[in-house]
Nanobody, 123 residues
Framework: QVQLVESGGGSVQAGGSLRLSCAVSGSIYESCSMAWFRQVPGKEREGVAL???????NYADSVKGRFTISEDKVKNTLSLQMNSLKVEDTAMYYC?????????????????WGQGTQVTVSS
């Protein structure tokens, strides 16, 4: 089992920045690719950013150039730096891990989910 705990969410004005962090613990060897997802009530969950074991990254078109995913294997943390935030970025953000080792966000399926952290962007 892999445990994931997110932090760093909050409220910010449009154009601002936030950095989400995810503490990874447990059977870390089961985690190959990792990704951030987000969900707005009433809408489908959306994959935002992925990083694989070779540190290749993949982003949703809606966040390319604004968000950066990274991981620190020493500290066992996954991060998401979010810049130039827009009102439409408002959502619950989830840290996820997968035993799958690919780099395609479209093909990614999470085996483990965190509890989520809320991001609210106001105009």
């Amino acid at each position: 089992q892999v445990q994931l705990v997110e932090s760093g969410g909050g409220s910010v004005q449009a154009g601002g920045s936030l950095r989400l962090s995810c503490a990874v613990s447990g059977s870390i060897y089961e985690s190959c690719s990792m990704a951030w997802f987000r969900q707005v009530p009433g809408k489908e969950r959306e994959g935002v950013a992925l990083i694989d074991m070779w540190k290749r990254t993949n982003y949703a078109d809606s966040v390319k150039g604004r968000f950066t995913i990274s991981e620190d294997k020493v500290k066992n943390t996954l991060s998401l730096q979010m810049n130039s935030l827009k009102v439409e970025d408002t959502a619950m953000y989830y840290c996820t891990a997968s035993r799958w080792c690919g780099s395609s966000l479209a093909q990614y399926q999470a085996n483990y989910w965190g509890q989520g952290t809320q991001v609210t962007v106001s105009s």
